[in-house]
């Protein structure tokens, strides 16, 4: 990794934002505070009222016992609780996917959880290790070990909660119907930000070898996605256009050409610089920076369940019922692929996946796995049909040939009349644009026999 990336403030705070630490930081930061205003009172307790006075204890540094006991259960308890979710999660990879398993662990909602843990450990840590004066002011202190006893009661009830959500995660429609929502809502974010007029689709311009200068990339990564509106004024300062050679999601090495800029004069470090500043680098797939990526996740757990180790058609059939929805999406919306100025000259132009790429890529792998499974086989032929009812011409030839593809699996498969006579029942069956055969051809295929 370059020295310059790892220096640089605004990629290390990507770095820290994006991390599992980020929130339980926070929470940890905020418990310290409390725990400062027990030792610096803001305000003399004689300001307070008398009931809450009389709660004040008369030796607190006598409950030191007490915070001992209070801090071995925290501790207890926050082992227990992650040693115990590392255990289910990774059950869950194995059925799922590992990709699943940092997402699942890398929630917000656990993450808070996780920062209330180390906060309270931190605050009863401060109050143990910094001793009561005895000339100090006797009801904050009493306060803090109230609040001590009332943070690992909370704590308790987070447990439970933690427990309960953890075990909610794992279940096979919680884990596609999330991936689903978060690859939907990164599409509609993407979509969004792609609504201003100088986003276009326009034929990609041809580059000038002459004039053209290459920038590599600074390290070894996922390019998830761009800040493209600050690439574009860049491009506009040095009148020139910008190249991603790469298209979103791709992995890329070390000191390999990511883009060209075409200008007439070379441009100097700074420049280079601040071009790959404008880059989303990460070690990992991202599907909020990404949405493919979340498309490309459904499909992998759907062949994970079609795997002979876990055998499991049914979880296969849900994610192809996610997949056709977010293909349903996508097919109704032409991405962008390059950025123009006021003037409607092109910026910054980038590879945009086609719909095309996009079936063969999600369909044809599921096909591949579950080609002897006649539950799949007519499960893809349902969702290229729903497909095809709202399909441009070109939209439609590519789920025309997905289907013929599927019903020649459909003749090798089939080879027993009751199947054959069940696929013949479905084959016209529902609305759709395709052409298909009224059923399958009569002359059954031999069945190989090892």
């Not at 803090?144 to 690992?152: F, L």
């Not at 709202?390 to 009751?418: G, W």
């Not at 696929?423 to 759709?432: C, E, I, K, T, Y």
């Amino acid at each position: 990794m370059a020295p310059s990336l790892l220096l640089h403030p605004i990629q290390l705070f990507k770095r820290f934002a994006s991390s599992i630490a980020y929130l339980p930081t926070l929470a940890a930061l905020a418990y310290g505070t409390l725990a400062l205003l027990a030792f610096i009172a803001p305000v003399s307790s004689d300001v307070l009222p008398e009931s809450i006075r009389q709660l004040g204890l008369s030796k607190p540094g006598a409950a030191q016992p007490l915070l001992l006991a209070l801090l071995g259960g925290m501790i207890s308890l926050m082992v227990f609780s992650f040693s115990m979710v590392m255990s289910v999660l990774s059950q869950a990879g194995a059925n799922f996917s590992h990709k699943l398993v940092f997402g699942l662990i890398s929630e917000r909602h656990n993450q808070w959880v996780l920062g209330h843990y180390l906060g309270t450990i931190l605050f009863i840590l401060m109050l143990l290790i910094v001793p009561h004066a005895a000339n100090g002011d006797l009801v904050w202190r009493s306060a803090a070990v109230y609040a001590s006893c009332a943070m690992v009661l909370h704590c308790l009830g987070l447990f439970v909660y933690f427990i309960h959500n953890v075990s909610q995660s794992i279940q096979v429609d919680s884990v596609i119907s999330g991936l689903h929502a978060n690859t939907l809502r990164a599409m509609r974010r993407r979509r969004d930000n792609e609504q201003d007029e100088r986003c276009q689709h326009l034929p990609a311009p041809t580059i000038t070898p002459s004039s053209c200068h290459e920038i590599v990339a600074r390290e070894a990564g996922y390019l998830q996605s761009a800040n493209l509106f600050e690439m574009a004024s860049l491009a506009e300062s040095m009148d020139g256009v910008v190249h991603l050679g790469f298209r979103f999601g791709d992995y890329v090495l070390e000191g390999q050409p990511i883009m060209h800029l075409e200008c007439s004069k070379a441009p100097d470090n700074g420049r280079r610089t601040d071009l790959l500043n404008c880059l989303t680098q990460l070690n990992g797939e991202s599907v909020e920076e990404h949405f493919i990526h979340g498309m490309t996740q459904l499909m992998e757990v759907a062949i994970k369940a079609l795997s002979p180790g876990i055998n499991d058609p049914g979880t296969a059939r849900l994610c192809l019922h996610r997949l056709t929805d977010l293909l349903s999406h996508h097919m109704h919306w032409q991405p962008a692929n390059c950025i123009t100025d006021t003037s409607g000259k092109i910026r910054v132009v980038w590879q945009a996946e086609s719909f095309e790429s996009l079936i063969h890529r999600l369909l044809t792998p599921i096909l591949q796995y579950g080609r002897e499974d006649q539950s799949i086989l007519l499960g893809l032929l349902k969702a290229v049909k729903s497909l095809s009812l709202t399909a441009n011409p070109q939209q439609l030839a590519t789920l025309q040939n997905v289907a013929n593809r599927i019903v020649e699996n459909l003749e090798q498969q089939s080879t027993h009349e009751l199947d054959r006579q069940f696929v013949n029942q479905r084959l016209q069956q529902g609305l759709h644009r395709l052409s298909l055969p009224a059923s399958l051809s009569k002359e059954r295929p031999v069945a190989e026999h090892t």
